[in-house]
């Protein structure tokens, strides 16, 4: 299912993004904080009843969509120049609806902390299928072994979870899961006892919401390994957090800083997040100079194809495979990626071959054949990565790109349109 509308909280709305190419681009332009670490952490003011102060979060469709969950359960939340005050005093009704899970599947995020604070909690199963499956059965193994009762009401389409309490436990995750990491590490902090997690998710946005954690209170070990300590606690404080930079919005304007023509600086970023792009884009040739918080590219010497696989941090992000992709259509030679995470994230492959891109795609690897001219097309986006992607495309593309579907660009990119077009672009977003 491809979720296609904007949800304002009332209406269903969608635009278009159309783009003139081809375009240099010249100029700086600045990270917004990161989404994947703003979700769980606005999720994890629910640990408790004083205020929460967020400050560096995206202004992105998944954002709002928390927020509005967050009010549903009873919050009183600000979020103005990208600042979110939070302030769950009381559980007013522990109900994550289908509306919120549908457009953002972070919701589940909620499951954890509601649980642990207020002892029920329901919540709606996350919808749709846009880049494979997206199991929560980790999840909800560790929180029935901390004791809750938990019931999938497919047919309903919720999980209703009920504790008194939760206990602490040892949980071995059976594989690598971001938000699951995040969501028991939540629930253990109200649990009773101690709880070890191991083979946690180490991304940086995991370690960004433990520091959160421990800012209101909570007392945990080995943050960014593999294995986390938790002593439990009667409740948590309020706190003020600086959320990181988006490794993911910095390492798709470092590709689109590859392209032939472009001289971009990324600004306030964090490269120590960024090694694994950072050797890839060297291992075709380019020379990145980092300067502090800030990165650019020069193009000098001969460029190759490399191959690349997605892995969990500190391997090559899945979230950044489809904007490589449309870097690698114009490097001569082969290259390749196998999608080691998600088991349907090529949908962008087709609409890049509709621009004159030459890739194929043999069960999870994607070959690309580079070099080829891209000439503007009609395509359609079908998650947030493969928006980003075809933005990239459409920039070199020659002549009028139109993307259907832009909704899935705002779930996750701050001001994409505007800080391309302030180094040089040519986008244009359409109400439909
Ligand atoms: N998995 C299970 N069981 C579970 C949990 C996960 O089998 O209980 C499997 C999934 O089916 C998948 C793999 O493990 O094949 C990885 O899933 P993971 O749980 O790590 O993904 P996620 O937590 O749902 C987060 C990001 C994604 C990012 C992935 C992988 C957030 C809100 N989302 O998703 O971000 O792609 O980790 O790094 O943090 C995006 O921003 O565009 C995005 C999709």
């Known amino acids: 299912m491809i979720r296609e509308n904007l949800y304002n909280g009332s209406s269903m709305i969608n635009y278009r993004i159309v783009l003139k190419g081809p375009t240099e681009l010249k100029g700086e332009i600045s990270i917004s904080g990161a989404k994947n670490a703003s979700l769980p952490e606005l999720a994890a003011s629910i640990l408790s009843g004083e205020r929460c102060i967020l400050e560096r979060v995206p202004e992105v469709e998944d954002i709002k969509t928390m927020i509005e969950a967050l009010k549903n359960i009873g919050a009183s939340v600000t979020f103005e120049s990208n600042r979110a005050i939070i302030n769950m005093k009381r559980v007013v009704s522990p109900v994550v609806k289908r509306e919120i899970s549908e457009t953002s599947r972070a919701s589940i995020l909620i499951l954890g902390p509601l649980l642990a604070r207020n002892g029920y909690a329901k919540v709606a199963l996350p919808g749709g299928c846009d880049i494979g499956d997206r199991n929560i059965n980790f999840h909800l193994d560790g929180l029935r072994k901390?004791?809750?009762?938990?019931?999938?009401?497919?047919?309903?389409?919720?999980?209703?979870?009920?504790?008194?309490?939760?206990?602490?436990?040892?949980?071995?995750?059976?594989?690598?899961?971001?938000?699951?990491?995040?969501?028991?590490?939540?629930?253990?902090?109200?649990?009773?006892?101690k709880t070890v997690l191991k083979n946690c998710a180490v991304e940086p946005e995991v370690s960004d919401l433990a520091d959160f954690l421990i800012a209101m209170g909570a007392e945990i070990k080995g943050v960014g390994t593999e294995t986390l300590e938790i002593k439990g606690k009667s409740g948590l404080h309020g706190a003020t957090h600086h959320v990181i930079p988006d490794r993911i919005e910095a390492g798709t304007y470092l590709i689109a800083a590859c392209f032939k023509g472009n001289d971009i600086i990324i600004k306030d970023c964090n490269p120590g997040h960024m090694g694994s792009i950072l050797n890839i884009l060297r291992r075709m040739g380019f020379k990145i100079k980092l300067d502090g918080g800030s990165m650019s590219v020069e193009r000098s010497g001969p460029l190759k194809g490399v191959d690349v696989e997605t892995e969990p941090y500190p391997g090559f992000p899945t979230d950044l495979q489809a904007q490589l992709t449309a870097l690698m259509t114009q490097i001569d030679g082969l290259s390749s990626i196998s999608e080691n995470i998600f088991n349907n994230r090529f949908r962008h492959a087709v609409e890049l071959n509709k621009l004159g891109a030459n890739i194929e795609i043999s069960g999870n690897r994607s070959i690309i054949k580079g070099g080829t001219k891209l000439k503007g097309s009609y395509v359609m986006t079908t998650d947030l990565r493969a928006s980003?992607?075809?933005?990239?495309?459409?920039?070199?593309?020659?002549?009028?790109?139109?993307?259907?579907?832009?909704?899935?660009?705002?779930?996750?990119?701050?001001?994409?349109?505007?800080?391309?077009?302030?180094?040089?672009?040519?986008i244009d977003i359409i109400e439909v």
């Open 146 to 193: 901390m004791g809750a009762r938990i019931e999938t009401e497919s047919e309903k389409g919720y999980i209703v979870a009920e504790a008194k309490f939760l206990s602490g436990i040892d949980f071995v995750f059976p594989g690598k899961t971001v938000t699951g990491t995040e969501n028991l590490l939540m629930a253990a902090t109200l649990a009773e006892g």
């Open 388 to 426: 980003a992607s075809l933005v990239l495309a459409g920039l070199i593309a020659q002549g009028e790109t139109i993307i259907e579907n832009a909704y899935q660009l705002f779930r996750g990119y701050e001001n994409m349109q505007k800080k391309l077009n302030q180094i040089g672009a040519n």
